[in-house]
Every structure is written in C-alpha cells, then in structure tokens.
C-alpha cells in the first residue's frame, strides 16, 4: 500500500458520537447522518469517519468513533439538531493512503495501512485521532473507495 505524507488543515465537522463496537455503530450512524443531512438540507463538504482508539486496546463496546460530515467555518447546527455534535477535526502532518474497500472490509484496509506505515519506521503514530474521507457511495454497488489518515510525526531514533 503506497502513502504520503501530507499537511492536512483543520476540519470543521458536524454529526454524531458513537461508542461500540465498530462494524456495528459506523454504519448505524451513518443511517442517522444521511437522515440528518437529508432532513436538514445540509450541503456537506465531505463525508468522514473518525476513529479514537486503538482496537487492540480498546474493547469492542468502548471504542469511540464520530460519523461527520466536513462543514463551512462558522456553521451553525440548525434547529432540532438533538444529538449533533458540532466540533474540529484537527489539522496537522497525516500519512494519507488511498483504497478499495469492498464486503464493508474496512479493518483490513486498515491493518494493511497500519502495518505498512509501522515497517517503513520513518514516522511514528501521534496522538490524534485517524480518520476515512470516503469518496464515493459504496452503498449502491458495495464498493468505497476512501482515503485514510493516520496523525504522524518523526520518529525519535531519527
């Protein structure tokens, strides 16, 4: 898996916190991000999924993630937006690797990335979150095709 290393700015976004396991609470809060976009005639900049923890120190029914999508600086949630969290999705230095996923396979995209990134040793992990920008609707054919970023910073051997 080929990636760069990219200066990604701050983001805001809009949309709504999850806790649990993943595979279940993503695509369950992205049912409830369409209706809201959809009811409230919101013009998103970019669908996003943002990931906090580490699954394999996380358990299942406490990793945290939001389901967002990218919104003008200065927007306002509209009326009877119950839920909606309005907040920054931090800028800094991202490796950033795109992908196809398909079978709703995001973990091995993941892993993959993850693993790449670890043995090429020339950045380590920073504390942010990561998140997918997903740049197509896999909903209709079962396919996305997303990029991924993961927070870098140099390595301390270097």
């Known amino acids: 898996m080929n990636y760069t290393i990219e200066q990604v700015p701050e983001?805001?976004?809009?949309?709504?916190?999850?806790?649990?396991?993943?595979?279940?609470?993503?695509?369950?809060?992205?049912e409830q991000l369409t209706m809201w976009v959809d009811?409230?005639?919101?013009?998103?900049?970019?669908?996003?999924?943002?990931?906090?923890?580490?699954p394999e120190k996380v358990p299942p029914e406490k990793l945290r993630a939001d389901v967002v999508v990218s919104v003008p600086e200065g927007f306002s949630l509209p009326e009877n937006s119950e839920?909606?969290?309005?907040?920054?999705?931090?800028?800094?230095?991202?490796?950033?690797?795109?992908?196809?996923?398909?079978?709703?396979?995001?973990?091995?995209?993941?892993?993959?990335?993850?693993?790449?990134?670890?043995?090429?040793?020339?950045?380590?992990?920073?504390?942010?979150?990561c998140f997918e920008i997903y740049l197509n609707d896999g909903q209709a054919d079962g396919h996305w095709d997303i990029a991924m970023y993961i927070p870098v910073g140099p390595n301390a051997t270097e």
Not at 39 to 54: F, G, L, R, S, T
């Open 11 to 30: 983001r805001a976004i809009a949309g709504f916190h999850l806790v649990g396991p993943w595979e279940q609470t993503v695509p369950q809060g992205f």
């Open 39 to 54: 009811n409230k005639a919101i013009q998103p900049n970019e669908w996003i999924a943002v990931y906090y923890d580490n």
């Open 83 to 129: 839920g909606v969290i309005l907040t920054k999705l931090p800028g800094g230095e991202y490796a950033v690797a795109k992908t196809k996923v398909v079978n709703q396979d995001f973990a091995s995209a993941w892993d993959e990335f993850f693993v790449k990134l670890h043995h090429d040793g020339k950045n380590r992990v920073a504390d942010k979150p």
